[in-house]
């Protein structure tokens, strides 16, 4: 049984930092592409970042230069670190295997004005 376990989420003000970091259990995850999407309130879930097998990596434009998505194969964990945040950056945060249709249960990230 695949699961993936999100944890880090909370409250910062802007220009803070968080580290989410997902627990990936039951699947072979080197041979597997990682990704962060959030899902902010009244909105469409958005990808965040991506990490191919290869440690290929993919931002959206709106978090470039931000956030770093990195992968540890030996712990099975995909970790986003986030760094100067917005309030537009609120939101639930969600890790998943790519196209595979497996998500974990999301954390909430909240960013103060």
């Known amino acids: 049984q695949v699961q993936l376990v999100e944890s880090g989420g909370g409250t910062v003000q802007a220009g803070g930092s968080l580290r989410l970091s997902c627990a990936v259990s039951?699947?072979?995850?080197?041979?597997?592409?990682m990704g962060w999407y959030r899902q902010a309130a009244g909105k469409q879930r958005e990808l965040v970042a991506s990490?191919?097998?290869?440690?290929?990596?993919n931002y959206a434009d709106s978090v470039k230069g931000r956030f770093t998505i990195s992968r540890d194969n030996a712990k099975k964990t995909v970790s986003l670190q986030m760094n100067n945040l917005k309030p537009e950056d609120t939101a639930v945060y969600y890790c998943s295997i790519t196209d595979s249709g497996y998500w974990g249960q999301g954390t909430q990230v909240t960013v103060s004005s």
């Open positions: 039951g699947s072979a995850f080197r041979f597997n592409g």
């Open positions: 990490i191919t097998t290869s440690f290929r990596t």
